[in-house]
């Protein structure tokens, strides 16, 4: 029922084959790849050759994580990011909300809402689903702006990707797991 895997943002520093070397080498079942270092969106050569190396070696790609940023990027922008997702076999792309949410203006936060929607119908028509990472510091910070962010988007095609917050008790994490649950798709 679980699958295990790594993030390729993780070891930046790596490359391609090591990184699919130390998932193999540790049981994992799958990647992350990331489009900032190892598979950039327009390097569709290059996201081949991943794909066919990870498949090569018994493991799938779990998911596209982006650096698509919702309300900063154009949301027609998206569809370079889902193109090289589908090309990885996968149809799970990650994006950022950033915008700490109680530090930007209310109209700041219903701008960037409105974007996530727009995305969300993008990823409709293309059958893929958005997720956005829970983090600190984004419209995702806590609990109560998670819960607000995901009932103002509204969409079945846009999800969360639920982690742990560091600088909060494990009572707090476990409550906030819970509670957001109906709208993660994956724990980063």
């Known amino acids: 029922m679980y699958k295990t895997g790594l993030a390729s943002i993780a070891f930046r520093q790596l490359s391609v084959e090591e990184i699919i070397r130390l998932a193999k080498d ?14 950039p969106k327009d390097d569709l050569d290059n996201i081949d050759r991943i794909r066919r190396l990870t498949e090569e070696a018994g493991l799938k790609c779990s998911s596209y994580g982006t650096y698509y940023f919702a309300g900063k990027d154009d949301p027609e922008d998206i569809r370079g990011y889902i193109t090289a997702a589908k090309r990885l076999g996968v149809s799970t792309l990650r994006i950022w909300c950033a915008g700490h949410p109680y530090e930007i203006p209310a109209e700041d936060i219903q701008r960037r809402y409105e974007a996530c929607r727009q995305i969300a119908k993008i990823a409709e028509e293309e059958n893929v689903l958005i997720c956005a990472e829970c983090h600190s510091g984004n419209l995702t910070h806590d609990l109560a702006s998670s819960l607000a962010f995901m009932e103002a988007v509204n969409s ?3 999800r969360m990707y639920w982690q742990p917050n560091q600088f909060k008790s494990f009572e707090e994490n476990v409550e906030y797991a819970k509670a957001i649950a109906k709208y993660t798709k994956q724990i980063h």
């Open 156 to 158: 079945p095609h846009f």
């Open 26 to 39: 540790n049981g994992l079942s799958c990647i992350e790849w990331g489009s900032d270092v190892h598979a």
